[in-house]
Protein backbone atom coordinates (compact mmCIF):
# COMPACT_ATOMS: atom_id res chain seq x y z
CA UNK A 1 0.00 0.00 0.00
CA UNK A 2 2.94 2.41 -0.53
CA UNK A 3 1.91 3.63 -4.03
CA UNK A 4 -0.95 5.63 -3.29
CA UNK A 5 -0.39 9.65 -4.05
CA UNK A 6 -2.65 12.89 -3.93
CA UNK A 7 -1.63 16.08 -5.76
CA UNK A 8 -3.53 18.60 -3.69
CA UNK A 9 -1.04 21.51 -4.40
CA UNK A 10 1.00 20.80 -7.46
CA UNK A 11 0.67 24.00 -9.90
CA UNK A 12 -0.56 22.80 -13.31
CA UNK A 13 3.17 24.43 -14.03
CA UNK A 14 5.03 22.95 -11.83
CA UNK A 15 8.53 22.15 -13.00
CA UNK A 16 8.32 18.35 -13.91
CA UNK A 17 10.80 15.56 -15.83
CA UNK A 18 10.49 12.18 -16.78
CA UNK A 19 13.00 10.14 -14.77
CA UNK A 20 13.83 6.53 -14.43
CA UNK A 21 16.26 4.92 -11.50
CA UNK A 22 18.72 2.23 -11.19
CA UNK A 23 16.54 1.41 -8.17
CA UNK A 24 12.66 0.80 -7.33
CA UNK A 25 11.37 4.23 -6.47
CA UNK A 26 8.18 4.32 -4.06
CA UNK A 27 6.42 7.94 -4.11
CA UNK A 28 8.02 10.40 -2.57
CA UNK A 29 11.46 9.30 -2.93
CA UNK A 30 13.94 12.13 -3.52
CA UNK A 31 16.42 11.96 -6.16
CA UNK A 32 19.58 13.86 -7.37
CA UNK A 33 18.81 14.69 -11.31
CA UNK A 34 21.49 14.06 -14.03
CA UNK A 35 21.43 14.91 -17.54
CA UNK A 36 19.07 13.84 -19.77
CA UNK A 37 19.54 10.97 -22.29
CA UNK A 38 19.16 11.40 -26.31
CA UNK A 39 15.15 10.78 -25.68
CA UNK A 40 15.06 13.54 -22.66
CA UNK A 41 14.69 11.13 -19.80
CA UNK A 42 17.13 11.87 -16.92
CA UNK A 43 18.31 9.29 -14.78
CA UNK A 44 17.92 10.20 -10.71
CA UNK A 45 20.58 9.16 -8.15
CA UNK A 46 20.38 9.39 -4.04
CA UNK A 47 20.78 12.45 -2.05
CA UNK A 48 24.30 12.28 -0.87
CA UNK A 49 23.61 15.14 2.20
CA UNK A 50 20.66 16.99 3.07
CA UNK A 51 22.02 19.84 1.54
CA UNK A 52 22.42 18.29 -1.94
CA UNK A 53 20.99 20.80 -4.78
CA UNK A 54 19.52 19.75 -8.20
CA UNK A 55 16.88 17.39 -5.77
CA UNK A 56 13.43 16.20 -7.60
CA UNK A 57 10.74 14.53 -5.77
CA UNK A 58 8.99 10.98 -7.48
CA UNK A 59 5.00 11.68 -7.97
CA UNK A 60 4.23 9.44 -10.45
CA UNK A 61 0.48 9.18 -11.58
CA UNK A 62 0.34 5.02 -12.50
CA UNK A 63 -1.54 4.01 -15.26
CA UNK A 64 -2.76 0.61 -13.99
CA UNK A 65 -3.88 -2.20 -16.98
CA UNK A 66 -3.56 -4.92 -14.57
CA UNK A 67 -6.85 -5.97 -12.69
CA UNK A 68 -4.95 -7.67 -10.00
CA UNK A 69 -3.19 -4.05 -9.55
CA UNK A 70 -3.80 -0.65 -7.51
CA UNK A 71 -2.20 2.59 -7.44
CA UNK A 72 -1.97 1.62 -3.95
CA UNK A 73 0.48 -1.12 -4.86
CA UNK A 74 2.86 1.70 -7.55
CA UNK A 75 6.28 1.52 -7.11
CA UNK A 76 8.80 2.61 -10.10
CA UNK A 77 10.43 -0.37 -11.21
CA UNK A 78 14.13 -0.13 -12.64
CA UNK A 79 14.84 1.38 -16.00
CA UNK A 80 11.12 2.25 -16.09
CA UNK A 81 10.23 5.99 -17.10
CA UNK A 82 8.23 8.15 -14.03
CA UNK A 83 7.49 11.66 -13.17
CA UNK A 84 9.32 13.76 -10.56
CA UNK A 85 8.79 17.19 -9.79
CA UNK A 86 10.94 20.26 -8.64
CA UNK A 87 9.67 20.93 -5.08
CA UNK A 88 8.86 24.97 -4.53
CA UNK A 89 7.80 26.64 -1.61
CA UNK A 90 4.16 26.14 -1.28
CA UNK A 91 3.53 22.40 -3.30
CA UNK A 92 1.58 19.91 -1.48
CA UNK A 93 0.99 16.11 -1.95
CA UNK A 94 0.04 13.72 0.24
CA UNK A 95 2.01 10.06 0.72
CA UNK A 96 1.65 7.38 2.35
CA UNK A 97 3.87 7.35 5.96
CA UNK A 98 5.13 3.99 5.29
CA UNK A 99 7.07 6.01 2.54
CA UNK A 100 8.76 7.91 4.93
CA UNK A 101 11.52 7.37 7.35
CA UNK A 102 10.39 7.81 10.71
CA UNK A 103 13.41 9.50 12.75
CA UNK A 104 10.70 11.14 14.70
CA UNK A 105 6.54 10.12 14.81
CA UNK A 106 5.19 11.35 11.41
CA UNK A 107 2.38 13.48 13.07
CA UNK A 108 1.30 17.30 12.15
CA UNK A 109 3.87 19.57 12.33
CA UNK A 110 6.75 17.58 11.87
CA UNK A 111 9.30 18.06 9.39
CA UNK A 112 10.32 15.77 6.26
CA UNK A 113 13.74 16.37 4.89
CA UNK A 114 16.05 14.63 2.42
CA UNK A 115 18.01 11.36 4.48
CA UNK A 116 21.20 12.15 3.55
CA UNK A 117 21.82 7.90 2.59
CA UNK A 118 18.76 7.16 0.55
CA UNK A 119 15.76 8.11 -1.79
CA UNK A 120 13.22 7.65 1.19
CA UNK A 121 12.43 11.10 2.96
CA UNK A 122 13.13 11.21 6.50
CA UNK A 123 10.93 12.35 9.43
CA UNK A 124 12.46 14.98 11.95
CA UNK A 125 10.92 17.09 14.80
CA UNK A 126 12.68 20.19 13.60
CA UNK A 127 15.06 21.70 11.20
CA UNK A 128 18.64 22.18 11.24
CA UNK A 129 18.98 25.02 9.16
CA UNK A 130 20.98 23.18 6.31
CA UNK A 131 18.48 21.82 4.31
CA UNK A 132 18.10 22.18 0.70
CA UNK A 133 14.26 21.27 1.20
CA UNK A 134 11.90 20.74 3.59
CA UNK A 135 8.60 20.05 4.63
CA UNK A 136 6.20 20.29 7.01
CA UNK A 137 3.66 17.62 7.78
CA UNK A 138 0.04 19.44 7.65
CA UNK A 139 -1.98 16.40 8.61
CA UNK A 140 -2.33 12.77 8.90
CA UNK A 141 -4.98 10.41 7.59
CA UNK A 142 -6.21 7.71 6.37
CA UNK A 143 -7.44 7.34 2.70
CA UNK A 144 -9.22 3.95 1.13
CA UNK A 145 -6.92 2.16 4.51
CA UNK A 146 -3.93 3.48 3.92
CA UNK A 147 -2.32 6.29 6.32
CA UNK A 148 -1.67 9.53 4.13
CA UNK A 149 0.94 12.48 5.65
CA UNK A 150 -0.15 15.58 3.92
CA UNK A 151 3.09 17.69 3.04
CA UNK A 152 3.98 21.09 2.35
CA UNK A 153 6.97 22.44 0.92
CA UNK A 154 8.65 25.54 3.34
CA UNK A 155 11.58 25.58 1.78
CA UNK A 156 13.34 24.95 -1.61
Known amino acids: MAGRIILNKVSATATNYAIKCASVLEQGNFGVMGRP ?5 RTVTAPGAITTANVVVHLSVPLVYDANKSENDFKLPIGEIGRAYVPYQGMGFCIPVANILATVAVAKDAHVIIDATSF ?6 SLGGTESIAFIVEDVFTD ?6 QLLCIKA
Open 120 to 125: VPECVA
Open 37 to 41: DASGV
Open 144 to 149: NGVSMA
